[in-house]
């Protein structure tokens, strides 16, 4: 196993040694240009198969391109396939798509990209040459920068089988059966591809747009108690049925997804100490719960304990905090 770690300051040495292990693992052109240099730290692990490799990358928060500079005018010709663990915005050519934890989506060293992640996080894919992904996949390039969902369908299988080969590549058990495995791999990605790119791309971008303007409108509504699935359907014009269908391929339903975004502001209101002289129920109705002890239910379930001890820990050390009260 390879392994390349570029450590806390990024001087030009390290940035140029960083970029030349993003080449030799993931083929040429990519460059990363973290957000915080000073607080930057990535580790890339690779394990070959055959003509390919498996690889990890776990980075800080950075914007990462692919220049698309050609070498000679006959550029090493190499596709990623990755999933990751964060949501990530990536932009290809006119193309723009952005992925959820566990989806996956093929790049193109040849084709100019920008991966963008507002915080850190981890990959891990499979660097193909072209001339191995032509065999299952003849017209890749229809591919790239597309999402596949990790929640359904054979996408699901592909995203599991990453994770899983990952797993047992870095314990060093797939010494014998790595490069079949990879094979067996492109295979499923053929089966995603011809599936998924027989869509038309543009259903598929309306898709993720409505969704979005509806969490927007929900982020903006969360402090009002009557907000639920079927005022934003009515809203909108939609049916309930075709809401539930726009996040379907979300980590959660409607339902849960505004529960999750009011524990969240709570969560954020409980910790701040301009809030201290607030009860814990006050916090809660004032982002739309109406029962303490629902909310009391609901924030253990999501973070693994109860709000008043969450408030205690997050404000300890505050002086008035004692006098104040919890």
Request: proline fraction near 4%.
């Amino acid at each position: 196993m390879l392994t390349y770690t570029i450590g806390t300051s990024v001087s030009n040495a390290k940035k140029a040694h960083l970029n030349n292990a993003m080449h030799e693992v993931y083929g040429p052109n990519w460059d990363v240009n973290p957000v915080k240099p000073s607080d930057f730290r990535m580790v890339i692990k690779s394990v070959p198969f055959g003509d390919m490799n498996l690889s990890q990358s776990t980075l800080s928060q950075a914007e990462v391109t692919n220049t698309a500079k050609l070498k000679n005018n006959t550029p090493e010709h190499f596709y990623h396939i990755y999933i990751l663990n964060r949501r990530q915005k990536i932009v290809t050519n006119n193309r723009t798509a952005i992925l959820e934890p566990g989806d996956f989506t093929i790049a193109d060293s040849t084709l100019a990209m920008t991966l963008t992640t507002a915080e850190p996080y981890t990959t891990i894919g499979l660097t193909v040459p072209e001339k191995v992904l032509h065999k299952y996949v003849p017209d890749p390039e229809n591919a790239v920068g597309l999402r596949f969902s990790g929640k359904a369908g054979f996408s699901k299988i592909v995203s599991y089988m990453l994770l899983t080969m990952w797993e047992n590549a870095e314990s060093g058990y797939l010494v014998d059966t790595g490069t079949d495995l990879a094979n067996n791999l492109l295979g499923i990605v053929s089966a995603c591809c011809s599936l998924n790119c027989n869509q038309p791309e543009e259903e598929n971008a309306n898709l993720i747009e409505m969704r979005e303007k509806i969490k927007h409108v929900i982020n903006n509504n969360l402090q009002n108690p009557d907000l639920c699935i079927g005022k934003l359907a009515k809203e909108f014009g939609f049916s309930i049925r075709y809401v539930q269908r726009l996040f379907s391929e979300e980590e959660c339903t409607v339902s849960k997804y505004i529960r999750r975004q009011r524990l969240e502001g709570c969560k954020r209101q409980l910790a701040n100490p301009a809030w201290l002289n607030h009860s814990i129920t006050e916090i809660a109705f004032n982002w739309g719960f109406n029962s303490s002890a629902h909310f009391a239910r609901v924030f253990k379930e999501q973070y693994g304990i109860n709000a008043r001890e969450y408030r205690k820990q997050a404000l300890k050390g505050l002086s008035y905090y004692k006098d104040a009260g919890s």
